[in-house]
């Protein structure tokens, strides 16, 4: 194999079971999405049975597997008392429903839980097959892709091929694949007991709105999540991925993902940090101050755009943004979080053109743009 090195969020499931923590063992589901080799479903044991944080995919592939993992740990599906999910991103809520129905386990989230969409209706589109040829079904799962953005745009379905595989491997029509409804949700710096000791629940608010990161300061211990990856960097989206699109309308996601990441700096440099994809990893605060730095950096080159392109759609900014690979739904939501940024911090004015697309004009570029002492001076500068 050529070109880079597979990051370690790519790697393919094993069958492993490690203890990564005191009494927390780290096993792995597979995932088959893009950048995405598997998902760290995590089993904590104590006096009720075991918690398991982010139980996997949708579909009856991933739950085989958190059966085996957990029978390969001495467990069986009935000891989950509760499936701990730290955000609305199916890869990490996929399992869960499906645990509470056999097992009664407890769902728990942060308190703003939201689903991508509300996929109750999806499901039962998906569900009521009966007549429907094989084109009018494909037809129908599109349709429920095609949301409007929040940039005025509408969002592409999955390639036909996709779908398709989805389907097969029961993704699609199966009755797991509804968003859970938790049965306990948690608010910000709330005690939880798991795993025969307290955690602390951080609400960190950025790659979704409610993602949820806990804490253990006796151990140093801490679920990150996607919150903060080992080696790639988490999407942010543009507070598009809510049940209300309406609310990107003032949600700086990428000012609450700075604020999220830098409370990281906090647990401190031993802290084990333990996240949904890749490796446990230490220097918590380190890697949160690299992400920071990285979407100051993807400021900063929508900032020298801006001057060329002038008024211009967030598809515009897309692609000087992100490399044409890259192109499409998730890039543009991600655009648009950083310039709603801009517009928030007063370097961006927001306009929308007859047809509805949402566009930013950028303040002039200042020669000492790279400084960030003076942009910070700058910010009470009067907007023209
Ligand atoms: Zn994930």
């Known amino acids: 194999m050529t070109g880079k090195p597979r990051k370690q969020e790519q790697e393919e499931a094993t069958t492993d079971i490690a203890e990564v923590a005191p009494g927390v063992l780290r096993t792995m589901l597979p995932v088959d999405l893009p950048g995405l080799g598997h998902v760290n479903c995590y089993i904590m044991e104590d006096e009720r049975g075991v918690a398991v ?16 993992r957990l029978n390969r740990a001495g467990y069986k599906i009935g000891d989950v008392h509760t499936a701990i999910i730290t955000h609305s991103h199916f890869d ?5 429903e499906r ?9 728990l989230t942060h308190e703003s839980f939201a689903p991508l969409w509300d996929s109750e209706e999806a499901a039962e589109t998906h569900d009521a097959e009966d007549g429907a040829s094989e084109e009018e079904i494909l037809e129908r799962i599109e349709e429920t892709f095609r949301r409007p ?26 009755r797991w694949f509804r968003t859970p409804t938790p049965t306990v949700t948690v608010v910000d710096s709330q005690m939880i007991r798991l795993a025969r000791r307290e955690w602390v629940a951080l609400h960190t608010p950025g790659h979704t709105g409610d993602h949820l990161c806990l804490y253990d300061p006796a151990h ?21 991925d809510t049940r209300s699109d309406k609310r990107s309308d003032t949600q700086d996601s990428l000012a609450e993902f700075f604020d999220s990441l830098q409370r990281m700096n906090t647990l401190g440099s031993t802290t084990v940090a333990l996240p949904a994809h890749g490796h446990p990893f230490t220097d918590i605060g380190a890697r949160a101050d690299d992400i920071c730095m990285h979407h100051h950096e ?44 801009l517009n928030v911090i007063g370097e961006a004015h927001r306009d929308i053109t007859p047809d509805g697309l949402v566009t930013f004009e950028l303040e002039p570029a200042q020669p000492d743009q790279t400084d ?10 009067e907007m023209s």
Not at 220 to 240: K, N, Q, W
Not at 372 to 381: C, H, K, S, V
Request: charge should be positive; aromatic fraction near 8%.
């Open 53 to 68: 944080v982010d139980p996997g995919l949708p579909g009856p592939d991933s739950w085989n597997a958190l059966v085996d």
């Open 92 to 96: 990490h809520f996929g399992g869960a």
């Open 99 to 107: 645990l509470r129905e056999e097992s009664g386990a407890d769902i």
């Open 149 to 174: 953005t929040p940039w005025g745009t509408r969002r592409t379905p999955p390639r036909r091929e996709q779908i398709q595989r989805f389907r097969r491997m029961g993704n699609f029509n199966a």
């Open 220 to 240: 140093g211990v801490v679920f990150s999540g996607d919150h903060v990856l080992p080696t790639i960097t988490p999407h942010i989206a543009g507070r598009s």
């Open 298 to 341: 993807r400021l900063d080159v929508l900032r020298q755009a801006g001057s060329r392109l002038g008024r211009a759609t967030v598809e515009d900014y897309m692609r000087v943004l992100f490399s044409e690979r890259a192109w499409g739904d998730m890039a543009a939501s991600e655009t648009f979080a950083h310039l709603v940024h």
């Open 372 to 381: 960030r002492a003076n942009r910070a001076n700058q910010a009470d500068r």
